[in-house]
């Protein structure tokens, strides 16, 4: 099973980037980097993934480090829609979900 | 057509009914996901589904039951549930399992009750 580490919690202010990032130490070399957003009362919905090189959608960038084994989800924005439980993993076989970071997100 | 639909929405049921969730996707996925969610944990996966056949489990209780009857519907038969069983019940799909870049489409879930 993927194992990942986010902080509990983080905050941001409206309308201000937000930098959530991801440790996963035991990533494999072709695995690649998922992230999710849960919505209050919804499903878990699709963020963003990659690789290895830094990617763009938008959603959000993700920013890779060089060595794989952490990723920052970049949020540079932030509006109070994106208040969530946002979600990191890297083997996207089967979903597994980490404990993930619960984004606050202030006016 | 990027939709799971889960119905029902809300479920209450007690403990010797017997009830049904149900998923259904038209994206042509062949890989579908039960996942159960109690209040502010992460989903947990129960059971996963690929070309129609059960590829996990994950050491569910017999009480749930999945079943795919077709590459769109999923069914997850419920029989005897405790209180505990009570949390929302996701639905998921993917392209095919297998393919580590493919994404998973979400349902808005089943809220359950049981009483």
């Known amino acids: 099973d993927a194992k990942t580490t986010q902080p509990n919690s983080m905050e941001s202010n409206e309308e201000e980037p937000v930098h959530l990032p991801c440790n996963h130490s035991?990533?494999?070399?072709?695995?690649?980097i998922h992230w999710y957003r849960q919505l209050p009362s919804q499903g878990p919905e699709y963020v963003i993934h990659g690789l290895t090189s830094n990617v763009n959608n938008r959603m959000a960038s993700l920013a890779i480090a060089e060595d794989r084994k952490s990723s920052t989800l970049i949020l540079h924005r932030a509006t109070l829609r994106d208040a969530a439980v946002y979600y990191c993993?890297?083997?996207?076989?089967?979903?597994?979900f980490g404990a993930g970071t619960r984004l606050t997100v202030k006016p | 057509d990027t939709e799971v639909t889960q119905t029902p929405k809300h479920l209450v049921m007690g403990m010797t009914n017997k009830k049904s969730l149900k998923c259904e996707q038209h994206?042509?996925?062949?890989?579908m996901y039960w996942y159960k969610q109690k209040a502010k944990k992460p989903p947990e996966l129960m059971f996963v589904?690929?070309?129609?056949?059960?590829?996990i489990n994950e050491s569910v209780p017999s009480r749930f039951s999945p079943e795919c009857p077709n590459s769109s519907l999923l069914n997850l038969h419920l029989h005897a549930l405790q209180p505990e069983d009570s949390a929302l019940y996701l639905c998921?799909?993917?392209?095919?399992?297998?393919?580590?870049?493919?994404?998973?489409?979400f349902g808005a879930g089943t809220r359950l009750s049981v009483l």
């Open positions: 589904y690929s070309y129609e056949k059960l590829s």
């Open positions: 998921a799909s993917s392209q095919r399992r297998g393919l580590i870049y493919s994404i998973q489409y």
């Open positions: 035991t990533i494999s070399g072709t695995d690649y």
């Open positions: 994206m042509g996925h062949r890989a």
């Open positions: 993993t890297y083997n996207n076989n089967d979903m597994r």
